[in-house]
């Protein structure tokens, strides 16, 4: 009987393309639905801030250098990520990741709170050659990053663009852009203050690659890996996790 069935179905051209239609869009509602929901799934964090311009660069690197072809960054609700990594992802934390870089691929750990883990200058050591801070790595070497200055005129379009997606930067923000990154990588200066006035006192400056007469990617690289799960403490509420939020200081 079903064979019958199907045999007509299949030779009538119009219920043939009918049927395809009806049994495609289920996928398309499974997938479409819940996003008529997104404000009720979507926790809240007030205290959430943007990327920094010299991380934002240092996120595109990322990008550029196919790390998240290696490093997830996301922790699933799963006791032993919770117990390794900390905190189970939650979507605000992403919030303005454009694109997001969630990843599904782990040949190294994930990254998702990698902030305030280790110190810059371990970063450094470890991006210049894994094998000299973890002898059995299989991480590539980036060591060029620490001699490549960091193309900084084109910061206010990669603001603007992410403005344009809806990240709520400011006219400031965006304008101020290269400065605020050099400010980022140079403690002490009148950049830094403005930086920390834009973008909260929480913010991090450092002379992340410990040079401060040039901003190369790799304090772009390491500012980035650094701020990782610690743009809010949302996650630390609520969630029964052990420990709160790490101090941004170290
Ligand atoms: C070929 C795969 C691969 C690529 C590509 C890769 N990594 Fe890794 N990464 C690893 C492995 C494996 C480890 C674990 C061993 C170690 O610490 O070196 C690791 C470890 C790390 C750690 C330490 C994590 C921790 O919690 O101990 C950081 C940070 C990191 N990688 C950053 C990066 C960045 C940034 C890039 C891109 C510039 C990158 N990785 C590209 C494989 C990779």
Redesign the pocket.
Known sequence: MPEIFHRKLERSAIGFVIAIIAAASVGGIVEIAPLFTIDETVEEAPDMRMYTPLELAGRN??VR???Y???SQMIRTLRDEVERYGPYSLAVESKYDRPMLWGSKR???D?AR?GG??SDFW?VA??TN?RD??P?????A?RW?ARTSLKMEDLPLHLAAQKALGVPYTDEMVENAARDAYGQAMPDTDFAAGLIARYGDETQVSAFDGVTTDVTEMDA?VAY?QILGRLTGAAYKNTAAPEGKPDPEG
């Open positions: 690197i990322y250098e196919g790390c072809a290696c490093h040949t190294g750990p990254l990698v883990k280790y970063h470890h991006l894994p801070v973890v059995e790595s299989n991480m590539p980036y990053l690289l890996l």
